[in-house]
Each structure stands twice: as structure tokens, then as C-alpha cells.
């Protein structure tokens, strides 16, 4: 029994689909055929019941598609456990991201990341821009999605990925919810939310109240959830930036794109790493993230 007429067999199975299942494999539909024949043939059940142009799986295929998952799984970690062994551990990325970020951009491209180097063992960290900033400095992480808030250095590679309408996520029930748009001069008796550390909070509380133009109170939540929480309860408005337009709280928070006069506020996301980051997987997995972007 070969194991890619196993991986044959789950494509099918997933794909619910002979010719979906073949092109997933750049094989003809015919030859993915012969080869589920071939296993069925060698265990000596049927897997898959046909009928006319469709299928369904017999109870032997149910439980031998549910194990070989798990069999094809363990596999695949035993490949990567056994590649570490031989590199030392050398095979490792560590990667940030912006806590405020809504995009799924950096998800979307650590999945594909993993699947191309699934030897790799792929750090995450999340945090404000002073984080972030602070694990490039020195050398905890490789590469971070960040916002632009100083001049670029020659020190480090800046490359810009997007330009962003900032927005609030906010309550429902918040009669601003029903805007198209919010003046941030609007919100200066409502409280902003803001996820930092409690040694980085006056750093974020300067920002968004100086430069981005938040006047009201402000509120600090250790995270993303603890922070949307709060803008459940209406205690406030939580500034995000990103492409991704729904919430995780579903009905329960609306996101509304912020002005200032009648023009969006604007924010830069850029990959920064330091020049001489020897990593070989740093700039792979920015090429990535700038794909996504694109």
C-alpha cells in the first residue's frame, strides 16, 4: 500500500470530487481512479460506493478515511521532528504582528508559510509597535507586521505593505454603530480601548491621543478578546486597522471606518527586519505576507 494512494484517497473524499480531486494532484481523473481501485484492491473492501457520476463512502471508507488522517498527521510530524534532529534545531522563524491589526493577511501567509516549510518551527508573537519594535531591537523575533511611527533606518529592511483606514470597532447598540463613518472628534466623551502592557500603556496613550487624535479617557486591556469584551459593554470605542471587515463578536460589534475633517485616517503597515538577520527563512516568509498584501 502507497502512501500517495492514501493521499489520493482523502483528496477525493475532501474534494467530494474525482476531477477536483485530480487536478489537486496534477494527475488525470482516470489515473486517480485506478489508484483508489489499486488500494481498495489491496485491502480487499470497497471504500467508496459509486454511483453514476457520484459517491459515498462505505462504513470500512468512513473509519479508514477518518484513521488515515490521523495516521498522515503523524507522519508528517514524525518528517519534521526527524529534519529538526539533524539541523540541531537550527530550522526556526520567530515572527510579530500588530495586536491592533484586523487584517488576516499574517495568517494567511504563516498558512502558507507552514505549508510550504512545514520543517520550520514558526514563532508567533503579538504586541503594540513599541513590542514589536523592541523584540526586532534585540533579536527575539525576525521579522514584525508593524505600523510605521518613526523615519526608516538603514539598520533594517522597511518594506511597505499597505496603507489602511483605521477604524472603531464599537457596540451595536451605540447609536455611532449606524454611521458609514465617525469624525474622531465625535468620540471625545466616549473612552478608547487600547490592548499594551502595563509598561507600555503611556507610550500608546501619547500616540492615540497625539498623533491619531483620540481626546476622551482611555482604557487598557491586556487582550484583543479582553479588549473586544469591553466594546461589547459599550465602554468604549477600539481602534483596529486592517482590510478584514467582520468582527468576532458578530452582531454584537460593528467596525466604522474614522475621519478627521471628512478624510480617513490613513496608517502604513510595513515588514521590518534587521539587515543582518541571518535567518534564510526571514525574507521567505516576507515575500509571503507581501502576497497576501497584493
Known amino acids: ?9 482523502q483528496s477525493v473524499v475532501r474534494n467530494n470530487n474525482f476531477t477536483l480531486a485530480a487536478e489537486e494532484h496534477h494527475i488525470s481523473q482516470s489515473a486517480i481512479s485506478q489508484q483508489i481501485k489499486v488500494l481498495e484492491d489491496e485491502l480487499g473492501v470497497k471504500l467508496l460506493e459509486r454511483k453514476n457520476r457520484r459517491f459515498e463512502l462505505t462504513e470500512a471508507g468512513k473509519h479508514f478515511y ?5 495516521i498522515t498527521a ?18 526556526e522563524l520567530s515572527v510579530g504582528f500588530l495586536v491592533s491589526y484586523g487584517g488576516d493577511e499574517f495568517t494567511r501567509a504563516i498558512a502558507a508559510f507552514s505549508e510550504q516549510y512545514p520543517a520550520v518551527t514558526l514563532n508567533v508573537m503579538s504586541g503594540n509597535h513599541e513590542d514589536l519594535y523592541d523584540a ?17 533606518s538603514d539598520e533594517y529592511e522597511n518594506h511597505i505593505l499597505s496603507e489602511s483606514v483605521c477604524s472603531v470597532e464599537m457596540a ?23 490592548v499594551a502592557s502595563s509598561a507600555q500603556q503611556e507610550e500608546e496613550r501619547r500616540y492615540y491621543r497625539d498623533i491619531v ?3 476622551g479617557e482611555f482604557l487598557f486591556a491586556e487582550t484583543v478578546q479582553e479588549a473586544r469584551v469591553l466594546a461589547v459593554s459599550n465602554r468604549g470605542v477600539l481602534p483596529v486597522e486592517g482590510r478584514q471587515s467582520d468582527s468576532f463578536f458578530g452582531a454584537t460589534l460593528r467596525r466604522v471606518p474614522l475621519t478627521r475633517g471628512g478624510n480617513p485616517i490613513r496608517r502604513t503597515y510595513c515588514a521590518f527586519w534587521k539587515k543582518d538577520n541571518a535567518n534564510p527563512y526571514t525574507e521567505r516568509f516576507a515575500m509571503l505576507l507581501r502576497e497576501q498584501f497584493t
Request: one cysteine or more; charged letters at 30%.
Open 1 to 9: 500500500m502507497l502512501l500517495r494512494q492514501i493521499e489520493y484517497f
Open 66 to 70: 477518518k484513521r488515515s488522517l490521523v
Open 74 to 91: 503523524d507522519l508528517e510530524q514524525l518528517c519534521r521532528e526527524t529534519v529538526r534532529i539533524d539541523k540541531k534545531d537550527e530550522l
Open 136 to 152: 526586532l531591537r534585540f533579536g527575539k523575533i525576525d521579522m514584525a507586521l508593524n505600523d510605521q511611527r518613526r523615519a526608516f
Open 172 to 194: 451595536t447598540h451605540n447609536p455611532l454603530s449606524q454611521l458609514s463613518a465617525v469624525e474622531i472628534a465625535d468620540l471625545r466623551h466616549l473612552p478608547c480601548i487600547l
Open 213 to 215: 487624535g483620540f481626546k
